[in-house]
Structure formats: structure tokens, C-alpha cells
């Protein structure tokens, strides 16, 4: 056991740039990706999502009448996941 903890300590540094060396693209591509998506909306746009939910509203035209459980249940989860990101940190 200690041949083993004292091998590891000797390769640790190896295997920690080789971690970093590896991860630093996907990294970067996730950084991207995450400042465009997940800014917050200005205020200009407020309005008009409010606007654009009240006039293509599906409890007023019904369609979510049509919805199988299947889809009702994924709306859900959807629904639910967003709330959690941005109100559960």
C-alpha cells in the first residue's frame, strides 16, 4: 500500500496536466456557449415576451387539450427544471 500511495503521489502532477490539457477545449466550447445563452433579458424584452404570452396563450385557444400525457408530463418536467435553475441556487 504505501509503494502504491507513494507511486500515485509521484504521477499525480502527470495526470493532472494531462486532465487540464484534455478538458481545456470542451471547456472553452461550454464557456461560449454560456455567456450567450444564459444572460439575462434586457429590459426591452420583458415586454415583449409578456405580449407574446398573452397573445399566443394556450389556455385561451385550448390546445393544451391536445397534448397526450406523454408530452403534458415532459412540459412539465421542462417547466419545472427551468424554475429550478433560476430560482433554487
Known amino acids: 500500500m504505501p509503494q ?11 495526470l493532472v496536466n494531462a486532465a487540464m490539457t484534455y478538458s ?13 445563452e444564459l444572460i ?5 424584452e420583458i415586454p415583449i415576451a409578456i405580449h407574446s ?3 399566443n396563450s394556450s389556455a385561451q ?12 408530463l415532459l412540459n412539465g418536467l421542462v417547466a419545472t427544471e427551468v424554475v429550478d435553475v433560476f430560482l433554487c441556487r
Open 4 to 14: 502504491f500511495v507513494h507511486n500515485l503521489s509521484g504521477k499525480a502532477p502527470m
Open 24 to 36: 481545456k477545449p470542451q471547456l472553452a466550447t461550454i464557456w461560449h456557449y454560456a455567456k450567450v
Open 40 to 44: 439575462p433579458p434586457i429590459p426591452a
Open 53 to 55: 404570452l398573452k397573445k
Open 61 to 72: 385557444t385550448g390546445s393544451f387539450k391536445q397534448l397526450t400525457v406523454k408530452l403534458a
